[in-house]
């Protein structure tokens, strides 16, 4: 069990560029989560996935934020014409729904900066 | 949905000392209740949780207090050490996956 990988651990790219980041999950955890995270705040959920089904969405994710689970396994969030206001840590997370309850490990995050 | 409220936002103990933390939590139907450590460039990391059936979990010098009537639980440092210092994050969960809503975070400085 290698944890939740996710990648680029760091981004720097010009507002109006579009920008992908990836996101491994632990193996066999068949939910997977994004969250934002701005300096000083704790980490805001952005949308979920529950195998390559995405089921909820926050008021946060505008129309130029998509993600993709297509297989159930890893996930993309995709960033289109990046704005400042989008610098932050895109954290990924998954878990797996079970008895026990929903445990959910986080990856170590991919840090965007807009200029 | 959930909303929860962490306190202090900042706390500095001598190295040794003892350090508690608060959160309190308004959907008396959250049953799950964890608490992350973050360091400086990287992922929260789960260092203990607490489910709704216990009051109380411990696990060395880590320990988590729920009370489910009052809707808040604590987090309690024993024995602190420089390794101890981190920003400390407090969530419960809601929504229909139970996604975490998450405290604001307290920067807990041990020193030495």
């Known amino acids: 069990d290698t944890g939740v990988s996710q990648n680029p651990r760091h981004k720097i790219t010009k507002r109006g560029q579009n920008v992908t980041f990836r996101c491994d999950p632990i193996s066999e955890h068949n939910r997977l989560y994004w969250y934002r995270q701005t300096l000083g705040q704790g980490p805001e959920f952005l949308t979920y996935f529950q195998n390559e089904a995405q089921l909820e969405k926050s008021r946060l994710l505008s129309d130029r934020f998509s993600a993709e689970r297509p297989k159930g396994s890893f996930s993309t969030l995709e960033i289109q014409r990046t704005e400042q206001g989008d610098s932050a840590m895109y954290l990924c997370?998954?878990?797996?729904?079970?008895?026990?309850?929903?445990?959910?490990?986080f990856g170590e995050g991919s840090w965007l900066t807009v200029v | 949905g959930e909303n929860v409220e962490q306190h202090p936002s900042t706390l500095s103990v001598q190295e040794g000392d003892s350090a508690v933390i608060k959160c309190t939590y308004s959907d008396s139907a959250s049953n799950y209740f964890p608490w992350y450590k973050q360091e400086l460039g990287k992922g929260p990391q789960l260092i203990i949780d607490?489910?709704?059936?216990?009051g109380e979990k411990k696990d060395q010098r880590i320990a988590v207090t729920l009370n489910k009537t009052a809707k808040h639980f604590s987090l309690h440092i024993t024995e602190t050490q420089p390794e101890d210092s981190a920003v400390y994050f407090c969530?419960?969960?809601?929504?229909?996956?139970?996604?975490?809503?998450f405290g604001s975070g307290t920067q807990l400085t041990v020193l030495p």
């Open positions: 969530a419960a969960p809601s929504g229909s996956a139970r996604q975490l809503t």
């Open positions: 997370a998954s878990s797996s729904v079970s008895g026990a309850g929903n445990t959910i490990y």
């Open positions: 607490i489910r709704s059936n216990v």
